[in-house]
């Protein structure tokens, strides 16, 4: 991020992070400055990561940096059980 304040914005420090971090007052927009650059998060973006229990944090930098677009939708995926062996079924060397 720059080093100068502009106007609109509010300037901010994350210690979870470690990494400086500003939000535009009228759009919402938060942009992060990482250490492979600037990572921009939407207000809607904000919403689902809130609204799932997310935070934002490296690995959404992460994934925001490789996908090189917006989160549009977070789903949950359960791994299957693992399969149930039955007695007299394991063969045992």
Same mark, same amino acid.
């Given at each position: 991020?720059?080093? =100068? *304040? *502009? #106007?609109?914005? *509010?300037?901010?420090?994350? +210690?979870? @992070?470690?990494?400086?971090?500003?939000?535009? &007052?009228?759009? $919402?927009?938060?942009?992060?400055?990482?250490?492979?650059? /600037?990572?921009?998060?939407? #207000?809607? =973006? /904000? =919403?689902? @990561? %809130?609204?799932? $229990?997310?935070?934002? %944090?490296?690995?959404?930098? *992460?994934?925001?940096?490789?996908? $090189?677009? %917006?989160?549009?939708?977070?789903?949950? /995926?359960?791994?299957? #059980?693992? #399969?149930?062996?039955?007695?007299? +079924? @394991? &063969?045992?060397?």
């Amino acid at each position: 991020m720059p080093k =100068e *304040k *502009k #106007p609109g914005w *509010k300037y901010f420090f994350s +210690e979870y @992070l470690n990494e400086e971090f500003a939000i535009h &007052e009228a759009s $919402g927009w938060v942009y992060f400055q990482t250490a492979h650059g /600037i990572v921009k998060y939407s #207000p809607a =973006e /904000i =919403e689902l @990561l %809130d609204k799932h $229990g997310l935070k934002i %944090d490296h690995a959404s930098h *992460k994934v925001k940096t490789l996908i $090189g677009g %917006d989160i549009v939708k977070i789903e949950q /995926i359960q791994k299957p #059980p693992p #399969p149930v062996v039955k007695q007299g +079924e @394991l &063969e045992i060397w």
